[in-house]
């Protein structure tokens, strides 16, 4: 009897541990489905520093598969990179079982690239046991990549700024130096509004770009006829310039749905390019053609042109940072693209070096997401 009781309770304490197993198994299971499923990398390491577990988002990140790095420390990532400080850090944080957090970190991928990462890596501890490492990553390159950029434009930026500033100091201390202080020099005037046009356009591209960059560009949306709008850019132009003529034979009306000033920004930004890229010859050429969803407008000129290879670069904001080889900021043609694609337009050229180019760019004639409006060709 004593013996069966005895039997009865041991099964019944088995069937207990192996119920408790089954549901910390089942436990384990669901946790590393999560971790599996997790976007984040996930590396895990034992007190001792060896790896006992990275997620296929770790495996991506690292392009090292997951039995390739099990066992080892994962010392063997560093890329040599990393300042001395996030180490000493992240020393200083476990030691006192803290999580730790950077951005500091450089990791070496398999291939050798290294990237800037994102990580924080908690100890887990049990009874003030660490059981494990737990380190989450990822990859912050763009985010780097977007703060250099602005920096670098914000150095361009006030690089720019000096120029025209200094040019306006000097022509100015030179009239209050002079005896005569009546007697302005009408070429010093001249050069000064030009350095202040300079200035309005550096500020206002600046301005511009800022807006992009926070999603702040917004439309003035009005229904008017784009002839009005070319005649318009044409005798503001040819002020400015009197050697080049610009030729435009205006078709019927064009009217269309969008916002005048932002269109004319893109096309004064359009001539005065052709202008100022065709130093030799005296023609540039203004088009448009329209179906009954869209206008196209062309800008052409007989100058130096443009390399296939550079033909699409030219609108593309980090390739002209890099690039850098005019006065000014360099990013009319980033601004017009992203005017244009607000207004659900497109921008392209089509050239050959030596012979010329045409700009075009088409916009819908009636904005698109709103409602039709009768004025309306
Ligand atoms: P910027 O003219 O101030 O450099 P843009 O963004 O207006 O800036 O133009 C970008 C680049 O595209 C220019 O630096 C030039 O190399 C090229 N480009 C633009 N328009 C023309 C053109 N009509 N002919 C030849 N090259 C051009």
Redesign the pocket.
């Known amino acids: 009897m004593q013996l069966h009781e005895s039997i009865e309770r041991y099964k019944q304490q088995n069937k207990l541990l192996l119920d408790q197993l089954i549901s910390a198994e089942s436990e384990i299971m669901n946790l590393t489905q999560i971790l599996d499923a997790c976007s984040d990398a996930i590396l895990i390491t034992s007190p001792e520093s060896k790896i006992i577990y990275v997620n296929p988002s770790w495996e991506k990140l690292m392009g090292y598969s997951s039995p390739e790095v099990l066992g080892k420390n994962p010392k063997f990532l560093q890329s040599g990179k990393t300042p001395a400080k996030y180490y000493k850090n992240l020393r200083l944080n476990l030691h006192h079982r803290q999580p730790f957090t950077s951005d500091e970190l450089i990791n070496k991928r398999k291939d050798g690239t290294l990237f800037p990462a994102h990580s924080t890596i908690y100890p887990v501890t049990r009874l003030d046991t660490i059981l494990y490492y737990v380190q989450f990553l990822y990859d912050i390159s763009p985010q780097v990549e977007h703060e250099n950029q602005r920096q670098q434009l914000l150095s361009i930026v006030s690089h720019e700024l000096k120029t025209p500033i200094t040019v306006l100091k000097l022509l100015i201390s030179r009239y209050i130096s002079a005896k005569n202080r009546r007697q302005v020099r009408v070429e010093d005037l001249q050069n000064i509004d030009k350095e202040l046009d300079r200035l309005t356009q550096l500020i206002d591209e600046s301005l511009d770009i800022s807006k992009i960059e926070s999603n702040k560009l917004n439309l003035n949306l009005t229904i008017f006829d784009l002839n009005n709008l070319i005649k318009e850019t044409i005798n503001q132009l040819s002020v400015i310039d009197q050697k080049h003529q610009i030729y435009f034979s205006s078709p019927d009306d064009l009217f269309v749905e969008a916002d005048y000033k932002r269109i004319k920004q893109v096309l004064i930004?359009l001539v005065t390019?052709?202008v100022?890229?065709?130093p030799d010859k005296d023609r540039v050429e203004i088009n448009t053609k329209s179906n009954k969803k869209s206008i196209i407008v062309s800008v052409k000129?007989y100058?130096?042109?443009?390399p296939k290879e550079?033909q699409t670069l030219?609108f593309d904001k980090s390739y002209?940072i890099k690039k850098r080889?005019?006065?000014?900021?360099?990013?009319?043609?980033?601004i017009c693209k992203e005017v244009i694609k607000k207004h659900h337009g497109k921008i392209w050229v089509k050239?050959q070096p030596g012979k010329g180019?045409i700009?075009f760019f088409s916009i819908p004639i009636r904005h698109t997401g709103r409602t039709r409006s009768k004025n309306l060709i």
């Open positions: 930004n390019n052709a100022k890229y065709s000129d100058g130096l042109g443009i550079e030219i002209q080889s005019s006065d000014g900021l360099g990013l009319g043609l980033y050239s180019s700009f």
